[in-house]
Structures are given as C-alpha cells and as structure tokens.
C-alpha cells in the first residue's frame, strides 16, 4: 500500500521561506513522477511543480522561479522549497505520485497541509 506523508508547511509571512517534505514508503520510489499541487477553498486544484525520477522538473507558471522541488530517490523523499512566498501562495498543498503502467494510472495523494502567506 503506496503511502504518502507530507510534513513542513505552517505560516510564513510575505517574502518568506517554507519546506515542505514528502515521504513515500510501501512501493519502489523511482516508479513515480512525483509532483506538488495546491488547492484553495472554491478553486480546483491545481499543479505548482513535477520531477522525474530522472529529475526532470517542470512547473507552474506561476512559480516564476521562486520554488524548487527536488527528490532523493535513496531517502525516498521529494522536496519543495518555496521563496519569496506571497499572499496569493496560500493554500493546502499535496504530495502526488503517478506511475503508469502501459495505459493505466496509478495514483496517489497525500494529506494536506497548510501553508499560510499573512503578514
């Protein structure tokens, strides 16, 4: 059973600095893409940044080079490392990982946790 636990997160105020962490046990690290989304109350969720097991990242436009993620396929762990937080990055964020088996998903999400922008 693929299990995600997220932690870090908490408040910041604008111009701060956060790090969330995600630990996956229960299945092979390397499978999955693994990615960072967030969701505020009323709006859909939406994706903040990806990386492969290779490490390839991709990220939201919104980003504009301010988060970093970053994963240790040893410690089984994928990082985001925010900066220059605003107001506007308020929200809870999840942990994700997706592997794909030819044509079917496998995907899981982690609980979670709030991260709050307030001066």
């Known amino acids: 059973q693929v299990q995600l636990v997220v932690s870090g997160g908490g408040l910041v105020q604008p111009g701060g600095s956060l790090r969330l962490s995600c630990a996956l046990s229960g299945s092979f690290f390397g499978w999955y893409i693994m990615a960072w989304y967030r969701q505020v109350p009323g709006k859909e969720r939406e994706r903040v940044a990806d990386i492969t097991s290779g490490g390839t990242t991709t990220y939201a436009d919104f980003v504009d080079g301010r988060f970093t993620i970053s994963r240790d396929n040893t410690k089984k762990i994928v990082v985001l490392q925010m900066n220059g937080l605003e107001n506007e990055d308020t929200a809870v964020y999840y942990c994700?990982?997706?592997?794909?088996?030819?044509?079917?998903?496998?995907?899981?999400w982690g609980q979670g946790i709030q991260v709050t922008i307030s001066s």
């Open positions: 994700n990982a997706v592997r794909w088996i030819v044509t079917d998903k496998f995907d899981y």
